[in-house]
């Protein structure tokens, strides 16, 4: 059974900075490629995708939202996923998920930012900005 922790939330000042990060367990051992994503829920939004990232090749997605701001990453240790995040605004404010997708074919080398396109889920980490 897969299981995704996140961590590194916490509150900051705008213009600060966070590392997020994602640790997951209990992969299949034939899941060579995988697609990781990190999404948000801001007070009274709804979900949004904001980064992806295909685990065989490293390749990125962002939203243009967070675009130049965030980045994306894994590979440092195995199975982890970190978000840096840069420049925060008061609306990034919001709980921070992981989620994970295991056995995607080595051909698609561009991870969705569409949360259901996603089968395992993190429990969320609270960011929050204040000015």
């Known amino acids: 059974q897969v299981q995704l922790v996140e961590s590194g939330g916490g509150s900051v000042h705008v213009g600060g900075s966070l590392s997020l990060s994602c640790v997951a367990s209990?992969?299949?051992?034939?899941?060579?490629?995988?697609?990781v994503a990190w999404f948000r829920q801001a007070p009274g939004k709804e979900l949004e995708g904001i980064a992806s990232?295909?685990?065989?090749?490293?390749?990125?997605n962002y939203a243009r939202s967070v675009k130049g701001r965030f980045t994306i990453y894994s590979g440092n240790v195995a199975n982890r996923v970190d978000l840096q995040i840069h420049t925060l605004l008061p609306e990034d404010t919001g709980i921070y998920y992981c989620?994970?997708?295991?056995?995607?074919?080595?051909?698609?080398?561009?991870?969705?930012?569409?949360?259901?396109?996603?089968?395992?889920w993190g429990q969320g980490t609270q960011v929050s900005v204040s000015s």
């Open positions: 990232i295909v685990t065989w090749t490293g390749r990125t």
């Open positions: 209990g992969y299949p051992s034939s899941s060579s490629n995988k697609h």
């Open positions: 989620a994970a997708k295991s056995g995607v074919s080595t051909s698609i080398d561009l991870a969705p930012l569409t949360k259901d396109e996603y089968l395992h």
